[in-house]
């Protein structure tokens, strides 16, 4: 069983940047990929980007390459979202995930992004 914790959301204006962590609970945290979601009020939940376990591969959200970064510190059992450039659209309930054998999620952060 994996607890994830996120946190570092908030209120931001248009061009700002946030950074999201995830803390997971657990002694092979470096087993895990771990992903960030993003769920927007009245759609779907989507993916933003996902890391794998050593964090040597990341593959991103098409539309958000170049503004988003994710990483993680296998030392500290956390992974990060580095958000740039931040857009209204941006606003969301952001969710870390953790995946090997079975899918873990956190309980979302709230990013709100003000024009």
């Known amino acids: 069983q994996v607890q994830l914790v996120e946190s570092g959301g908030g209120l931001v204006q248009a061009g700002g940047s946030l950074r999201l962590s995830c803390a997971a609970s657990g002694r092979t945290f470096s087993s895990y990929a771990m992903g960030w979601f993003r769920q927007a009020p009245g759609k779907e939940r989507e993916f933003v980007a996902r890391i794998t376990g050593s964090g040597s591969s990341t593959v991103y959200r098409d539309s958000l390459k170049g503004r988003f970064t994710i990483s993680r510190d296998n030392a500290k059992n956390t992974v990060y979202l580095q958000m740039y450039s931040l857009k209204p659209e941006d606003t969301a309930i952001y969710y870390c995930?953790?995946?090997?054998?079975?899918?873990?999620w956190g309980q979302g952060t709230q990013v709100t992004v003000s024009s």
């Open positions: 995930n953790a995946e090997f054998l079975s899918v873990y």
